[in-house]
């Protein structure tokens, strides 16, 4: 085996890839600080307890653990850095007020989420910390949507779900409490058969409200039969109203889907949950929700919620540049041209700019449109090569 191989789902990211991602980020993080949101910096590896506390299961399957050489504890490498941040907010900043902070960075998985998934996600995301209210949800809702319009994406499609009703449904029957993992399991497979085994002993009005949830998916709609098909229960019906007023919040704007039985992020997550799907990719895009009660291990129990996305997939379905239409611009410091390049750049043109000194002759042969001076040595213009 050639020593140079890299293990599977691991690759290099190469120039016109790496250029995507970093504009990306750049533009994501920009439009989070004009939200008022603070940009922190959790370490890639923690002790396994405080890496793995708030997380569930998943998380943990899919942590890298490995020896720390120096104390001889078990350390993790990062597979998510929501909890991170929340360990930040609750044990290290401690404010009392709202708290909005972001984050981007490299994140490392035992196994790929998908087939063509990489086991190295570049996660950028946002959280909001201290306000219990549906306007933080919905906000980051906002922020979520507004960072793919950034990266051009048109098509969207926002699915959204709420843990409130299941645990509503669980509530009244402690055999169905139980057996929650089993459940949220079938429910996510939408194992229909399965889940009428399992509730055979259930409470009658339960079993009836769990086989139910499979069936309660599709456009807003499905919230009214599910106010008829559903118990009367202040927990149902409070779900219910958030996912509407969530749902009301983007209808126009982007096609709404709902899906009472999508439980992904079910072991903490404490409310409403949304993911957003676009043109190209099977899985969801990004993906977030509330989780009021990841801070209670570091100490502090605080209001939170927040989203997530991989910058590497989302760069991934971007279309590349086409070069033989960019613009050849050539080198220098003048304000004009300086202004000139920035504004096309807006604009969505490509500028390609000559390296000092050099005439970029393979440029030429890549752009048929250049940068040059008019005759006045003035002003900047764009002039046709063909």
Known sequence: MPNWLLPEHIADVLPSEARKIEELRRLMLDNFRRYGYELVMPPLLEYVESLMTGAGQDTDLRTFKLVDQISGRMLGLRADMTTQ????????????????LCYAGPVLHTRPSGLHATREPLQIGAEIYGHAGLEADAEIQELAL?????????????????????????????AAQR????????????????????????????????????????????LTTAKHKLPDSPGIAKALAELAALAASALGRVDVAIDLADLRGYQYESGAMFALYVPGLPNAVARGGRYDHVGE???????????????????????????????????????ELKETIAALRKSGEVVIQSLPGHDNEQDEFECDRALVLDDSGSNWILKNLG
């Open 297 to 335: 291990a570091f100490g502090r129990a605080r209001p939170a919620t927040g989203f997530s996305l991989d910058l590497r997939e989302l760069a991934r379905l971007l279309p590349t540049a086409d070069r033989s239409h960019a613009i050849r611009a050539p080198w220098g410091n003048a304000p």
């Open 85 to 100: 941040v929340a360990r930040i907010d609750a044990h290290l900043l401690n404010r009392a007020t709202v708290t909005r």
């Open 179 to 222: 057996d929650h993992d089993a459940i949220v399991a079938l429910l996510r497979a939408k194992d229909v058969p399965g889940l009428r085994e399992l509730t055979a002993s259930y409470e009658p009005t339960t079993r009836a409200a769990l086989l139910e949830l499979p069936n309660l998916y599709g456009d807003v709609d499905v």
């Open 146 to 174: 507004a960072s793919l319009e950034l990266a051009g994406f048109t098509e969207v499609r926002l699915d959204l779900a709420h843990v409130g009703v299941l645990r509503a449904i669980l509530e009244p029957d402690a």
